[in-house]
């Protein structure tokens, strides 16, 4: 069994930052890709950016320039650190990660999601 979970959201005014954090755990072999996503009300969940394990990023273009993605292989654990919030950044934001179990199965994994409130 292997599992993501998040922490770090929170309620910011616009123009703030947070970090969020998401550890992978379980019986672990490898973290390949991770990335984070978001979700708002009435909205489709939608993806904000990604990491590699060899650190190649790719952000959603809203996020460019504002967010930036990190992770730490050593923890398995990928970092958000956003920028210059903005109202419309408000969402659950989910960790998601491709982890190939000790038995080498690879499994996605989601994690329940953090908020990020962001008052104008």
């Known amino acids: 069994q292997v599992q993501v979970a998040e922490s770090g959201g929170g309620l910011v005014q616009a123009g703030g930052s947070l970090r969020l954090s998401c550890a992978a755990s379980g019986s672990i072999f490898k973290v390949a890709d991770m990335g984070w996503y978001r979700q708002a009300p009435g909205k489709q969940r939608e993806l904000v950016a990604r990491?590699?394990?060899?650190?190649?990023?790719n952000y959603a273009d809203s996020v460019t320039g504002r967010f930036t993605i990190s992770r730490d292989n050593a923890k398995n654990t990928v970092y958000l650190q956003m920028n210059s919030l903005k109202p419309e950044d408000t969402a659950v934001y989910y960790c998601?990660?491709?982890?190939?179990?000790?038995?080498?199965?690879?499994?996605?994994?989601w994690g329940q999601g953090t908020q990020v409130t962001v008052s104008s």
């Open positions: 990491i590699t394990s060899t650190l190649r990023t």
């Open positions: 998601n990660a491709d982890i190939i179990r000790s038995d080498y199965v690879l499994r996605n994994a």
